[in-house]
């Protein structure tokens, strides 16, 4: 049995041990975003919906399902609600969710409501939260002497999703291939090739020195995006409408 069999074995343990729908599974991390270690473990990340009659009660429900978190796989969702209610902050790791390109499985009501949950992203929110991840990673991470080399992806590559909102005014593709592609800088492309080289061929753990040009790059990037991002208008959408009916359309699969 490969992997991905076995995770959807897992799956269907989870919608029949916790009773529930699971509407999208996808893979998160290293592996959904293109330089997974021989080591990595696998992040797999679920929506899912209860029967209508639990959101109902008074007794309040836990909103998340903690499944497995081992050396091979760590398992978690969210339920539709706390979904939605994040989403209506412009919460970026569900647009990552949303749009990861490996996905275990996913109901035809996600394809449906992609697009109403796409619009409900809000490029200040977004840039916030890519350059917050990008300038925690590199004063934690980026300034010892000898370094992980993986932590170097945590810094550029929320610094690129940035970049790439401020042309495109959408979500950023989760594949960091496509972000580099797209809107690195020419004279750091080689260098993040290599990165990614390396990355691929040795443990989570591995170590190694600066890449001067790579800390020029992120410490540029992160003054000029701040920057922008602080004379950027609010662009969040304040309705609960549209929120209310996709969770309405989510509950009618468990009629």
Same mark, same amino acid.
């Given at each position: ?12 343990? &989870? ?8 509407? =999208?599974?996808?893979?998160? +991390?290293?592996?959904?975003? +293109?330089?997974? #270690? ?5 992040? @797999? ?18 909103? @998340? ?11 978690? +969702? ?9 989403? =209506? ?27 109403? *949950?796409? #619009? ?25 002497? =000898? &370094? ?7 810094? *550029? ?50 170590? +190694? ?43 009618? *699969?468990?009629?």
């Amino acid at each position: 049995m490969n992997i991905k069999d076995m995770i959807l074995n897992k799956i269907s343990e &989870i919608q029949r041990k916790e009773n529930i729908t699971i509407l =999208h599974a996808v893979e998160s +991390g290293s592996r959904a975003w +293109g330089f997974a #270690s021989p080591d990595s473990d696998y992040d @797999v990340r679920f929506i899912y919906v209860r029967n209508k009659n639990d959101y109902l009660r008074l007794e309040k429900m836990r909103d @998340v399902i903690e499944w497995e978190l081992n050396d091979i796989y760590d398992i978690n +969702g969210w339920d539709i609600s706390k979904t939605l209610r994040l989403l =209506h902050n412009s919460n970026p790791t569900v647009f990552e969710w949303i749009h990861s390109p490996i996905v275990y499985s996913s109901h035809e009501i996600i394809k449906e409501l992609t697009p109403e *949950i796409d #619009s409900f992203f809000s490029c200040k929110s977004g840039i916030y939260h890519y350059i917050s991840t990008a300038l925690s990673t590199y004063n934690k991470h980026i300034k010892d002497e =000898h &370094i992980k080399l993986k932590k170097y992806f945590y810094v *550029i590559r929320p610094l690129l999703a940035c970049r790439w909102i401020l042309e495109n005014k959408t979500p950023p593709p989760v594949l960091f291939q496509q972000l580099v592609d797209a809107v690195a800088d020419d004279n750091i492309k080689s260098v993040i090739a290599e990165l990614v080289r390396i990355k691929t061929e040795v443990p989570e753990t591995e170590k +190694g020195s600066h890449i001067s040009e790579l800390d020029v790059y992120i410490e540029n990037s992160i003054t000029e995006i701040r920057k922008y991002a602080d004379s950027m208008q609010d662009d969040k959408k304040r309705d609960w409408k549209e929120l209310d009916e996709m969770f309405l359309k989510c509950l009618e *699969i468990r009629k």
